[in-house]
């Protein structure tokens, strides 16, 4: 397969054996490219895992009819997304000074950056990449935001303890690389800290939906 062989060929250029320690490859002779190299130092996951990118929209409005602002689709290695998502979030936060209620200005974000980065990277760390082509959602509405992921609950997280610091993954190498480039700190301390973060800045507590293919939270503004 012609496409295939150029898959190959990308990998050769690197250490074969660097390559299969990381879980870029499979082990030798065969050498061939993991989903997990394949999303991580890949040129163009998406011809592979069509569901590798963030649809991310700006509505003006409160309902999904409402007009767009911005649209676009993050795509790339698993780096250019993570960088490109940090940066999508970071310019769309308004922030409002409060001069009323302190005797020197305030200022205020809508939402915690810290608290949307580790939703986000969650969504894209334990999203399905297995018999769906859906992409990770960023739905930016005007009192919300919406993050989706497919895939439901996976392995020993259950409804009742989601969230609360047990932890299992459905990608467990792709959360090691995640760990290794510095974008999680550590297994379990994601959605703790957004709820800390969002709590410190007045938001109401996220909300969770969690379906058997698919899960989303959602983040509101203060009230």
Not at 101 to 108: D, F, G, H, P
Not at 166 to 194: C, E, W
Not at 203 to 218: C, K, M
Request: charge should be neutral; charged fraction near 20%; include cysteine.
């Amino acid at each position: 397969m012609r496409v295939f062989e150029v898959w190959a060929q990308s990998f050769v250029s690197q250490p074969a054996q660097q390559l299969i320690s990381v879980r870029f490859t499979t082990p030798e002779p065969e050498c061939h490219p993991t989903v997990l190299g394949i999303l991580v130092i890949g040129n163009d996951a998406r011809q592979f895992i069509p569901g590798n990118y963030i649809q991310f929209l700006r509505i003006d409005g409160t309902e999904l009819g409402d007009p767009i602002r911005d649209q676009k689709e993050i795509t790339g290695s698993l780096l250019d997304i993570l960088r490109v998502l940090d940066e999508t979030i970071k310019i769309n936060i308004s922030i409002a000074s409060d001069i009323t209620s302190y005797a020197r200005e305030i200022q205020k974000p809508d939402y915690p950056i810290e608290a949307l980065w580790q939703l986000t990277r969650n969504a894209i760390m334990h999203r399905s990449y297995d018999q769906t082509n859906a992409p990770v959602r960023v739905y930016w509405f005007s009192d919300r935001i919406e993050i989706s992921n497919p895939g439901g609950l996976f392995g020993q997280v259950t409804p009742e303890n989601f969230g609360q610091g047990v932890t299992d993954y459905r990608n467990p190498h792709l959360a090691g690389v995640m760990k290794d480039l510095g974008y999680v700190q550590r297994f379990g301390y994601g959605i703790p800290s957004a709820k800390r973060a969002l709590t410190k800045n007045g938001n109401p507590a996220p909300e969770f939906v969690l379906e058997t293919s698919y899960t989303s939270v959602i983040v509101r503004k203060p009230v």
